[in-house]
């Protein structure tokens, strides 16, 4: 059997950066990917979908432009083009990944299903051959998660579609039902209203962004209802069939029995781990709910072996995924002792207007019963904001009411991610929000608005 010094199971964002780091510090490393490199960010999650919904905006810019004066007139969506577009994005992005790692000395790429054979043995098999196997002194589990599928009356039995599968679609839904609210169900519901399906969507829970604070989830139901989202809460779904290409959904919302006939239906109720197929019953790996167990510094309950991104369980970001590559490799071959323990959780929904959250909400801070003030500032009070007819969402950060350090921010806005990581800044380098009160940023920036945001806590007075 060939021997590594490192093996990589998976070519997502941690596994790519993490095996070229390897093999320029001149260890033999083996990286295996089963389908595209890549991973989901790449092949079917951030790129694709944001190139979508750079698609939606302009179509909902086309279609809101009397409002700032310009007259456009029959505009429609080319569905075929969207997808062309997006796909060339995917393939760009996807070979520079695998070229990256091509060139990249001491790094083998392999092909191939990759399955535990022992603890340091993996079976590596490709076209259905009776397979390869191969041993390495260190081995990094990398395989993400995929769509969850749940169990549903009549499910199978319909050609339901996932948030894979949806950018594949060659014809635009008459009526997309959309099972689940998360960020993924969202984002998708925009994008297919502003292309010109009827959208509904069902929530199970009792209320909407059920994490978020109040006014956050409110605001953002809020701007998705004016553009004729149908959104329901306190929902479940008894059975689906079909007659005729149309899908009949049998719906219980707050109790009431409904039927639902629709077009399409999409399935966004969470993901699952890459962990089924691993064979991890022939290692010392513990798993919960098939997520690979983790400590803190992302070993296993294996030797030598560590579980980075989605298939460990906990936040399922790209950034977090690359994040956790830097952490194991500082900590191994730089002599680092770094955590994955109270890292800074940044996020952003890809909505339009976005929505960026960073550190606690005021939920969190009232729960923790902290001494806090609350800044807030909509952004229909932001210069930026108002010349460019983006007036919907606010900016909100938490603070401390003692020190004056920023806990915690959200925005809800155009460029609302980018908001956010001007108050992560801050919080990284410890900056008071008083600091940021008397800064001089330039004019007029969405920037800018911190300036007026942390005023309101001296007004408060």
Known sequence: MKHYDALIIGTGQAGVPLAKKLGKRGLKTAIIERKFVGGTCINVGCTPTKAMVASARVMHLANTANEVGVNVSNVSVNLKAVIERMNKIV????????????????????????????????????????????????????????PAIPEIEGLSEINYLTSTT??????????????????????????????????????????????????????????????????FTNTSVQKFSSKNKQI?????????????????????????????????????????????????????????????????????????????????????????????????????MFTDPQFGRIGINEKEARQRQLNFKIAMIPMSHIARGIETNETAGFIKAIVDADTKQILGGAAIGEQGGEIMSMLQLSM??????????????????????????????????
């Open 91 to 146: 393939t760009q992005f996807r070979t520079g990944a695998e070229n990256g790692l091509h060139k990249t000395e001491n790094v083998d790429l392999i092909l191939g299903h990759a399955s535990f054979v022992s603890n340091k043995e993996i079976k590596i098999v490709s076209n259905n051959e009776a397979g390869e196997h191969i041993t390495a002194d260190t081995i990094f589990i990398n395989t993400g998660a995929r």
């Open 166 to 231: 949806i950018m594949d679609v060659d014809e635009l839904p008459e009526h997309l039902l959309v099972i689940g609210a998360g960020y993924i169900a969202l984002e998708f519901g925009q994008i297919f209203k502003r292309f010109g399906s009827k959208v509904t969507i069902l929530e199970h829970a009792e209320k909407f962004l059920s994490r978020e604070d109040d006014d956050v989830a409110d605001e953002i139901k809020r701007f998705l209802e004016e553009e004729l989202l149908e959104i």
């Open 428 to 461: 990284m380098g410890k900056i008071a929000y008083d600091v940021l009160r008397s800064a001089v940023f330039a004019h007029p920036l969405y920037a800018e608005a911190l300036n007026n945001l942390f005023m309101k806590l001296e007004r408060d007075k």
């Open 248 to 348: 009949n959904a049998t719906v219980k919302i707050n109790g009431e029995v409904k039927e639902i006939t629709c077009s399409h239906v999409l399935i966004a109720t969470g993901r699952t781990p890459n962990s089924d197929d691993l064979k991890l019953e022939n290692t010392k790996i513990k798993t919960d709910r098939g997520y690979i167990v983790v400590n803190d510094k992302l070993e296993t309950t294996g030797p030598d072996i560590y579980a980075l991104g989605d298939v460990k369980g906990g936040p399922a970001f790209t950034h977090i995924s690359y994040n956790d590559h830097l952490i194991v490799y500082r900590n191994l071959y730089e002599g680092a002792d770094e955590s994955i323990k109270d890292r800074m959780l940044p996020y952003t």
